[in-house]
């Protein structure tokens, strides 16, 4: 069966979004089509709308629609502790997640050479201001763990030592819920070497 050209062109657009493949694309193409007419529109004019509005906070570099997102802004969060994560929906996983009240700062991406990801492309100079001028005590580095994701870890933590801070590494192990027999080498290898005093 042949589709029109703006059919084809609405398919392959979907296609941008992580996950989505040929068919997947096709499936949401024609259920819009037939099924949603009204959120296909909304969905266009808020992703436009989201797409020219928002940038990238002047501090963490999170996503935000002003020059400081919410939670640079707030006067309650802890300012003598910055986490920093890889991207935005880091940022959201950890506020979800848990009940951190400090401070954030957004890599946009992790040291990898030969991707010609350097310290200058992740805005490692701003961070370094950041230690310096503002009254932080704790660099939390919640970067992935990958191997990228521990080399950016590794140049943190030197960064922060470097600027008199105290830096730790979020802990890696068994998960929750989770049985040895069924973690893999790396992990259990991890939760081994980050094992704490039991307190009494």
Known sequence: MSQSALLNQLVDALRCLPGVGPKSAQRMAFHVLENDREGALRLASTLEDAVSRIGRCQRCRTFSESPLCQTCSDPNRDQTTICVVESPIDVAAVEQATGFRG?????????SPLDGIGPEELALDQLTARLKAEPVKELIIATNLSVEGEATAQYLSQLARSCGVSASRIAHGVPLGGELEYTDASTLAHAFAGRRVVEH
Not at 103 to 111: A, E, K, Q, S
């Open 103 to 111: 401070t954030y700062f957004v890599l946009m991406g992790r040291l």
